[in-house]
């Protein structure tokens, strides 16, 4: 659990005083533990003696370290240790003692027919000097990696199976929990841990009962010492006004679906981090138009198993029981649908081309993205492709190059410039990068922004292990929402739902987004998947149509795209105009130019040598990992 730490006294100036009690914790600020060495044995309260290994995790309260019961050989338990006086660990401590006895987490299991729970037991607890300091200690199972490391290595998303495992798994240590009389309102990705030892990858664990309450199951009553509290990201509109509720654990889990899902929340988007009172009035938004929203976060189409379960959260009212079979039920059909089964490992490694990648729903499953789906139909099933595939432009892409350039030249300073930023070349300069150069220039760059999508950005890189939980000056909190209701508010428009449509790169012309009223996607002997952008059919004079489209290509596969126009002999007004400075608005041209019929073509191809002979078309294999989707705004 992510707290405030007080500043530690700088190295060399005033060494921790032997036998100096540990200060009491203020509000939000706790001690930091002291550093305890390799090899130092506690001894726990039933006089159990655990030899500390090495750190193995470093969190806002200091460290966790690898420990083994003397006498025996394994590090396979963990040791966590904090100063007396700070409370989370207090509090973890008496939630795992009352409530989670092995005996019991077994009983549930049995009943529920589960093969295994993601509920971490406690083996023993005590009380330690570590340099004249006093601290609480607790020591439990060792489990694995956190998962936001692959959250974070996968470029902050998780495969859709996984995220679908995951909410099942997590649902089942809810139930768990929920039946103690408790809540853990502080559901992340760095909070779940995969099992260790044989069988382990298939089991995610849910860590830190730092901020474990007794639900309410009584009036709503905001409570102003309590608001806010959890991670500021994924914090609950009840948490936000202090209520401990069981509806609240699934809100939570649900924005951590959203992001693992691949999708930046609209608070993160907006940088209100740092004002809890305006990230809840994002959330009351997001929550009160829910469809509207998810709709705006998935432009390809909601998954329609997050869609189901947050419509379920925003109707359940305070109080209630959440119905956790109906939950899991809407997970398991999910991955049913994507072919995907729930046993095994935890697949965390994002794969070529399923929906899970593309943050589009299922095939069937979702109102939107009729063209993802017409695109998946062609798709082969098989993709072996590499990150490190070279990506290089085709003959056609230069030619069109050079003429861009040959009409830019003729424009003014404005329009050639933009007109060569959009350039083939220049996306081509981006798409030759790394990936991670890639995502940096695409964020950074306004030729490489005018190239791509009209989309919420990408998260930023600020890992989850730095999410912050925050307590605010409670006079500041809006209202409470009061008794929770079983219908859904009114629909209210909510700024902070919609994506921004980045303007076209065009001086004074104002862009008329239009969007294609089909794209067909289909394969081609030869290597080629050719889509066909029918665009606008009949294009009305003096306007400035932009059509977006999102290529989305798995973080293996590097393909060629090509925007390409059929030649012609009349003249490249299209390039030389400034509604024409951007691809898309050459796109459209190219419609003009051939009187309506829908011209537009964008080739894709993959590049499957290492090498960089990458145009030839032998080495250009069909390919099933690009689809094409049109945009919705
Ligand atoms: N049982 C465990 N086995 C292995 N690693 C663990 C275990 N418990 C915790 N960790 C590691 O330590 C990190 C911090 O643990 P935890 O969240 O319980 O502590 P915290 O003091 O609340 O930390 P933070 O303030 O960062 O949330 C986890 O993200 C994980 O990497």
Same mark, same amino acid.
Not at 136 to 163: C, H
Not at 566 to 583: G, I, L, N, Y
Not at 595 to 622: I, Y
């Given at each position: 659990?992510?707290?405030?730490?007080?500043?530690?006294?700088?190295?060399?100036?005033?060494?921790?005083?032997?036998?100096?009690?540990?200060?009491?914790?203020?509000?939000?600020?706790?001690?930091?533990? =002291?550093?305890?060495?390799?090899?130092?044995?506690?001894?726990?309260?039933?006089?159990?003696?655990?030899?500390?290994?090495?750190?193995?995790?470093?969190?806002?309260?200091?460290?966790?370290?690898?420990?083994?019961?003397?006498? *025996?050989?394994?590090?396979?338990?963990?040791?966590?240790?904090?100063?007396?006086?700070?409370?989370? !660990?207090?509090? =973890?401590?008496?939630?795992?003692?009352?409530?989670?006895?092995?005996?019991?987490?077994?009983?549930?299991?049995?009943?529920?027919?589960?093969?295994?729970?993601?509920?971490?037991?406690?083996?023993?607890?005590?009380?330690?000097?570590?340099?004249?300091?006093?601290?609480?200690?607790?020591?439990?199972?060792?489990?694995?990696?956190?998962?936001?490391?692959?959250?974070?290595?996968?470029?902050?998303?998780?495969?859709?199976?996984?995220?679908?495992?995951?909410?099942?798994?997590?649902?089942?240590?809810?139930?768990?929990?929920?039946?103690?009389?408790?809540?853990?309102?502080?559901?992340?990705?760095?909070?779940?841990?995969?099992?260790?030892?044989?069988?382990?990858?298939?089991?995610?664990? !849910?860590?830190?009962?730092?901020?474990?309450?007794?639900?309410?199951?009584?009036?709503?009553?905001?409570?102003?010492?309590?608001?806010?509290?959890?991670? +500021?990201?994924?914090?609950?509109?009840?948490?936000?006004?202090?209520?401990?509720?069981? $509806?609240?654990?699934?809100?939570?889990?649900?924005?951590?679906?959203?992001?693992?899902?691949?999708?930046?929340?609209?608070?993160?988007?907006?940088?209100?981090?740092?004002?809890?009172?305006?990230?809840?009035?994002?959330?009351?938004?997001?929550?009160?138009?829910?469809?509207?929203?998810?709709?705006?976060?998935?432009?390809?189409?909601?998954?329609?198993?997050?869609?189901?379960?947050?419509?379920?959260?925003?109707?359940?009212?305070?109080?209630?029981?959440?119905?956790?079979?109906?939950?899991?039920?809407?997970?398991?059909?999910?991955?049913?649908?994507?072919?995907?089964?729930?046993?095994?490992?935890?697949?965390?490694?994002?794969?070529?081309?399923?929906?899970?990648?593309?943050? +589009?729903?299922?095939?069937?499953?979702?109102?939107?993205?009729?063209?993802?789906?017409?695109?998946?139909?062609?798709?082969?099933?098989?993709?072996?492709?590499?990150?490190?595939?070279?990506?290089?432009?085709?003959?056609?892409?230069? =030619? =069109?190059?050079?003429? +861009?350039?040959?009409?830019?030249?003729?424009?003014?300073?404005?329009? $050639?410039?933009?007109?060569?930023?959009?350039?083939?070349?220049?996306?081509?300069?981006?798409?030759?990068?790394?990936?991670?150069?890639?995502?940096?220039?695409?964020?950074?760059?306004?030729?490489?922004?005018?190239?791509?999508?009209?989309?919420?950005?990408?998260?930023?890189?600020?890992?989850?292990?730095?999410?912050? $939980?925050?307590?605010?000056?409670?006079?500041?909190?809006?209202?409470?929402?009061?008794?929770?209701?079983?219908?859904?508010?009114?629909?209210?428009?909510?700024?902070?739902?919609?994506?921004?449509?980045?303007?076209?790169?065009?001086?004074?012309?104002?862009?008329?987004?239009?969007?294609?009223?089909?794209?067909?996607? $289909?394969?081609?002997?030869?290597?080629?998947?050719?889509?066909?952008?029918?665009?606008?059919?009949?294009?009305?004079?003096?306007?400035?149509?932009?059509?977006?489209? *999102?290529?989305?290509?798995?973080?293996?596969?590097?393909?060629?795209?090509?925007?390409?126009?059929?030649?012609?002999?009349?003249?490249?007004?299209?390039?030389?105009?400034?509604?024409?400075?951007?691809?898309?608005?050459?796109?459209?041209?190219?419609?003009?130019?051939?009187?309506?019929?829908?011209?537009?073509?964008?080739?894709?191809?993959?590049?499957?040598?290492?090498?960089?002979?990458?145009?030839?078309?032998?080495?250009?294999?069909?390919?099933?990992?690009?689809?094409?989707?049109?945009?919705?705004?």
């Amino acid at each position: 659990m992510p707290r405030v730490a007080k500043p530690k006294v700088a190295a060399g100036t005033a060494p921790a005083k032997k036998a100096a009690p540990a200060k009491k914790a203020k509000k939000n600020m706790y001690d930091m533990p =002291e550093k305890v060495p390799e090899g130092t044995v506690f001894t726990d309260l039933a006089k159990g003696q655990w030899r500390i290994g090495p750190s193995i995790g470093v969190g806002g309260f200091g460290e966790i370290y690898a420990a083994c019961k003397v006498g *025996e050989k394994n590090y396979d338990a963990v040791v966590k240790c904090e100063p007396h006086g700070n409370g989370p !660990l207090f509090v =973890e401590m008496h939630f795992y003692l009352r409530n989670a006895k092995l005996d019991d987490i077994k009983q549930f299991k049995q009943k529920n027919g589960l093969k295994s729970l993601g509920m971490p037991y406690i083996l023993a607890n005590g009380s330690v000097e570590v340099n004249g300091q006093k601290h609480r200690f607790i020591v439990m199972p060792r489990y694995g990696s956190d998962i936001s490391k692959f959250f974070v290595a996968n470029g902050k998303r998780l495969p859709e199976g996984t995220v679908y495992r995951l909410a099942i798994q997590m649902l089942d240590v809810y139930q768990f929990m929920h039946g103690t009389g408790y809540v853990h309102a502080d559901l992340k990705a760095a909070n779940i841990l995969l099992g260790l030892g044989k069988g382990g990858g298939a089991q995610a664990y !849910l860590v830190d009962f730092g901020l474990a309450s007794h639900y309410t199951t009584g009036d709503f009553k905001p409570d102003p010492k309590k608001m806010h509290n959890g991670t +500021i990201e994924y914090t609950s509109r009840d948490a936000h006004l202090g209520v401990a509720t069981r $509806r609240s654990d699934l809100e939570i889990l649900g924005y951590n679906l959203i992001a693992w899902m691949g999708v930046e929340l609209p608070w993160e988007t907006q940088k209100l981090l740092d004002v809890p009172q305006k990230v809840q009035k994002a959330k009351e938004a997001f929550m009160d138009d829910i469809v509207g929203s998810l709709k705006s976060l998935f432009p390809r189409g909601v998954p329609a198993a997050i869609e189901e379960f947050m419509k379920y959260v925003t109707k359940m009212t305070h109080n209630q029981e959440p119905d956790y079979d109906k939950c899991r039920l809407m997970f398991q059909k999910a991955l049913k649908q994507i072919g995907v089964p729930n046993s095994g490992d935890l697949d965390f490694k994002i794969k070529p081309q399923t929906s899970s990648n593309n943050n +589009i729903s299922p095939p069937g499953t979702s109102k939107a993205a009729p063209a993802a789906r017409r695109a998946k139909k062609v798709e082969s099933p098989v993709v072996n492709s590499s990150i490190d595939e070279i990506i290089s432009a085709s003959d056609e892409e230069e =030619e =069109e190059e050079k003429r +861009i350039k040959r009409a830019a030249m003729k424009a003014s300073p404005a329009a $050639r410039r933009a007109a060569m930023k959009a350039s083939p070349i220049a996306r081509k300069a981006v798409m030759k990068a790394s990936p991670a150069a890639r995502k940096a220039a695409i964020k950074t760059s306004p030729e490489a922004r005018g190239a791509a999508p009209a989309f919420p950005k990408k998260r930023d890189a600020a890992s989850p292990t730095n999410q912050k $939980r925050v307590k605010t000056d409670p006079d500041l909190s809006p209202k409470p929402r009061g008794t929770p209701k079983a219908s859904p508010k009114p629909q209210t428009p909510s700024a902070t739902t919609q994506p921004k449509t980045p303007k076209p790169h065009t001086s004074g012309a104002s862009a008329k987004l239009n969007f294609s009223p089909a794209i067909s996607l $289909r394969g081609r002997p030869g290597g080629k998947t050719v889509v066909n952008d029918d665009l606008t059919p009949n294009p009305r004079s003096k306007k400035t149509y932009e059509f977006n489209f *999102e290529l989305d290509v798995s973080m293996d596969a590097n393909v060629i795209v090509n925007v390409k126009r059929k030649r012609k002999a009349a003249k490249d007004q299209a390039a030389a105009t400034p509604e024409s400075r951007t691809p898309s608005a050459r796109s459209i041209a190219s419609s003009k130019e051939e009187g309506g019929t829908p011209v537009t073509r964008v080739n894709f191809r993959k590049v499957n040598g290492h090498d960089d002979s990458s145009s030839s078309p032998a080495k250009s294999p069909r390919t099933p990992v690009v689809t094409l989707r049109k945009y919705q705004r």
